[in-house]
């Protein structure tokens, strides 16, 4: 079992997200189904190759990670939110998850170790 991994991922909060603000805009007012539906857009973007996450994760991306390509370094268990953290455990390196929601927002994730 794996105890440590590497993922970037692209955050797309909503109105009800934990906070709702980013490094994108000061009041996000788009709801959780307009945030789902961006994602799942940019998702077959990627999964149809004409965007690359990175990419996609630096224009869009409401986590400041997204300056980043979405990366987030190595983390270990019981440092993210349990839905994030159960979908990047289940991920094999290269995978990219469907939407993920967590109090932040809604989530791709894409496991790179």
């Known amino acids: 079992m794996t105890d440590q991994v590497r993922a970037a991922h692209l955050l797309i909060k909503h109105s009800g997200s934990r906070r709702a603000s980013s490094r994108l805009s000061n009041n ?8 789902i539906a961006q994602l799942v857009q940019l998702r077959d973007q990627i999964v149809t190759k004409q965007a690359k996450f990175e990419d996609l994760a630096m224009q869009y991306s409401d986590c400041s990670s997204g300056t980043r390509g979405g ?22 390196v290269g995978e990219l998850s469907d939407v993920v929601d967590t109090d932040s927002g809604v989530h791709i994730i894409l496991r790179t170790a």
């Open 28 to 35: 996000i007012t788009r709801s959780k189904d307009e945030a």
């Open 71 to 92: 990366d987030l370094g190595p983390f270990g268990r019981g440092m993210m939110q349990k839905p994030f953290e159960d979908a990047t455990f289940a991920l094999a």
